[in-house]
């Protein structure tokens, strides 16, 4: 554990329960997230992981009897102001700009319409009504910066990604994150009572990136839905119902189609092992799995088009984001789960392949190297050279057993990450920021 982090992260919710807090936990979050609804399909638009997690935290959290209200922007006329998600789980839906055809990066805009809209909601209750705000991304951060202020409550935000770190490591031919989110961030982190990081690596990050306060970076572990991805019936039974080969070598892509996330990268290792192997093509089949997002929207098509430029659009499959449900069974089908991104603050998908029993062959970036564990529950690559992710898959095309005996290792190892550990140890950090808000305006008015 690195320095950085505060004590919080590491304590168990069976302690967290134990120890009798002289600090009460707040009765309700306003949690905040501007620019993706949790109501998104994940592998769509700008939803992704953070969209699970934070579904995922906040039904939790409410089983903790900590009420959540999640505020995002509307983007369609038909969504009701309110959607209750779960018992103690409310959506609010703000409106803030047009419903249609805004980027994230038109966003920074629209945050003082979004602001108002939260700030219309609060005025109906009474005061106190709120006792913390957690903001998820930087968007929400100005948001909550703000809004805590109003309440007189803490903030405690988490990152998810950062334009610093993202900027370090981009994708040739990417956009770099703008300078006005840099500033925007730096602003956070200092406002923020406590920020929570997904591992001990961007902990260190805030810190270094960022001049956080160590004192105020707690790790929390995201979870997995254990009772979703699971092993269930096995891999045959899940390429019988996807209608997959059951012999075949199926190295799986799931997520966004952007160059942050260098789908390209499995595309070019398949076309690479099959010119030194040109007999595994009759069983290879590549699936896909995911929507076009942020700057992969300038280029729809552009991933069909290199499959066929590479020579195997033959054995690529494309498909579109699929639920929760159905993206388990494309997880316990694979071979492999493969994940080469070039910047990933956790990579939840990594976890939640594992927890079917599939082994993941991930770039050594990020929170990766936490969600897997190398040469156990599956292979880290250094970089992004095609020829180094060809040589890996070439092991699993060889060794037949190597996916059940990583995959055993691998759902072994996803059962430290349930969604109920990374709920207390967040309960616990907002009880923190609770503590430390108090003592600090008792200060300032001693």
Not at 36 to 57: C, F, K, R, W
Request: charged share 20%; proline share 7%; hydrophobic share 45%.
């Amino acid at each position: 554990m690195s320095q950085y982090v505060s004590r919080l992260g590491r304590r168990s919710p069976a302690t967290a329960s134990r120890l009798r807090l002289p600090y009460r936990r707040p009765r309700r979050v306003a949690m905040l997230s501007v620019h993706t609804s949790p109501l998104h399909q994940p592998g769509t638009g700008d939803a992704g992981g953070m969209n699970v997690y934070i579904v995922e935290l906040a039904q939790r959290l409410a089983a903790l009897n900590i009420e959540v209200e999640i505020f995002t922007r509307a983007t369609t006329a038909a969504v009701p102001p309110a959607v209750q998600l779960a018992p103690g789980v409310l959506v609010r839906h703000v409106d803030a700009g047009p419903y249609e055809g805004l980027a994230k990066e038109d966003l920074p805009a629209q945050l003082c319409a979004f602001t108002h809209g939260v700030m219309q909601a609060w005025a109906g209750h009474r005061p106190g009504y709120y006792d913390l705000v957690h903001s998820h991304y930087w968007l929400s951060g100005h948001v909550g910066w703000l809004a805590a202020q109003r309440w007189g409550v803490p903030l405690v935000h988490a990152m998810h990604t950062m334009a610093k770190v993202k900027n370090a490591n981009l994708a040739a031919g990417d956009t770099p994150e703008p300078p006005a989110r840099v500033i925007g961030e730096t602003q956070i982190v200092d406002a923020a009572d406590r920020l929570i990081a997904n591992t001990t690596e961007e902990a260190d990050e805030l810190v270094r990136h960022y001049a956080a306060d160590p004192g105020k970076v707690a790790v929390v572990h995201p979870g997995v839905n254990l009772d979703r991805f699971r092993t269930a019936d096995g891999r045959a039974a899940a390429r019988a119902r996807l209608a997959l080969p059951q012999d075949a070598l199926v190295p799986l892509f799931a997520g966004r189609i952007q160059p942050l996330k260098a789908p390209d990268v499995l595309l070019r290792a398949v076309a690479a092992l099959l010119d030194r192997r040109p007999e595994l093509r009759s069983r290879i089949v590549v699936p896909v799995v995911g929507g076009p997002s942020g700057s992969g929207l300038a280029k729809p098509e552009g991933l069909q088009k290199l499959a066929a430029r590479l020579g195997i659009a033959d054995v690529v499959r494309f498909r579109p984001p699929v639920g929760q449900e159905q993206l388990a069974d494309w997880f316990r089908a694979a071979s492999v789960l493969v994940v080469p991104s070039h910047s990933e603050s956790f990579g939840l998908v990594a976890i939640e392949a594992q927890a079917t029993g599939t082994p993941v062959l991930a770039a050594a970036v990020g929170g990766l190297p936490v969600a897997v564990r190398d040469g156990e529950t599956g292979f880290l690559v250094q970089g992004h050279d095609p020829a180094a992710y060809a040589r890996v898959l070439a092991r699993f095309a060889d060794d037949p057993a190597l996916t059940p005996r990583m995959g055993a290792a691998a759902a072994r190892h996803a059962q430290s990450f349930g969604w109920d550990r990374a709920a207390g140890a967040t309960a616990e950090v907002y009880t923190a920021a609770l503590h430390a808000h108090r003592r600090r305006v008792r200060s300032h008015h001693g």
